[in-house]
């Protein structure tokens, strides 16, 4: 009779433990991975399409948020213990960010997706990360429909509203109501 165990445990990492493995060598700094519930997830690769889509919409988030926000673009965001997401955008409590602990999980104001290949993450275990860590507001754009999924009011391990846009829809986030977005901006 064996001693093995009949199902493997996978034992979760810490944001911490993710930066030591960087700074020691184990993960490489430009290496596309993210920490999403203590375990170290490859990402899709940038995509021409995807690419320019990410360009056009911090662009237009810069423009239209002014200094109300931070745009932040594939920002690595600690949210801890076991999180570190790297979301294509993020919008970020208008305040100023530099080196060492200065990024405050309260400070993701909304998070933004990009899907094509990535659909069914950002819409399973990223939208179960953004509303556990209460992030007011957390958008997909839906590569493959041309539509811009907003889901708001986390509570538990969802979102309470979705709202489906598309290339004439606006909306407004939580932390901006005064502010109105096109969801054309997002869009194709």
């Excluded at 993710?18 to 999403?36: K, P, T």
């Excluded at 990410?54 to 600690?78: E, F, K, N, W």
């Amino acid at each position: 009779m064996s001693d093995m165990p009949s199902e493997l445990v996978l034992r979760p990492f810490t944001v911490d433990e993710y930066h030591r493995m960087v700074e020691a060598g184990v993960l490489d700094a430009q290496e596309r991975v993210e920490l999403i519930d203590g375990a170290i997830v490859e990402m899709s690769p940038i995509g021409e399409n995807h690419w320019g889509r990410h360009l056009a919409i911090v662009t237009y988030l810069v423009r239209v948020l002014g200094d109300r926000a931070a745009v932040a673009g594939q920002a690595s965001l600690p949210l801890r213990p076991r999180d570190e997401p790297q979301p294509d955008v993020a919008i970020l409590a208008p305040r100023r960010y530099g080196p060492g602990p200065s990024f405050e999980p309260r400070d993701l104001l909304a998070a933004i997706e990009i899907a094509d290949s990535s659909l069914r993450t950002d819409l399973g275990p990223k939208l179960l990360l953004y509303a556990r860590h209460r992030v007011p507001d957390y958008l997909v754009v839906d590569v493959r429909h041309d539509v811009l999924l907003h889901h708001r009011q986390p509570h538990d391990l969802r979102y309470g509203l979705l709202d489906r846009l598309g290339a004439r829809g606006t909306f407004t986030l939580t932390a901006l109501p005064d502010v109105v977005l096109d969801a054309g901006a997002f869009l194709g």
